[in-house]
């Protein structure tokens, strides 16, 4: 294979990269979800689910085209600092995978494969900016992007209970 298309790899490779850098930051918040005592629902794509799974108590809403994503869990009875919590853990599960990204183009000592990882971490963390860097609704869902959430969750004490569990009787 020529060096020609060198280009069009390192950018295959970055645009593949997005569903791993989504399905990664989705999965940090379902696993804070999991540490809060919550089952979650990971949701990947925008669009309705072709497929849906559970493994070790996570639900999993999956469409092919997963440049976007969610999580789901009941926030009945949690405090404001575990939803904080829950909330944080994508971002922070995103700054790993892009470490991961460079790690892999260091590994690879600046072959054209190394170049489209970092160019994945690269493109990734402009994600990450835009995701924590203003908060706004996600366009056509009206869901918060996580720093939003993270903005109205900071005006509450973090010991209050937003959504208290109901009795069933």
Known sequence: MGHDNYPFMVFGIIVASRPLYVLVHELGHAFAALAVGKRPTVMLGNHAPLL???????????HPLMFSGSCIFDKRGL???????????????????LLAYVFVWYALDASWLGWAFL???VVGFVLLLDEVGKAEEHPGTGDLNDRALIDLLNQVPADFVPFPETDSH
Do not use: D
């Open 52 to 62: 849906r799974l559970e493994f070790r108590r996570i639900g999993f809403w999956i």
């Open 79 to 97: 405090t404001v600092a575990q939803i904080r919590r829950v909330v944080m853990a994508g971002p922070k599960a995103t700054v790993l995978i």
């Open 119 to 121: 160019g994945a971490a």
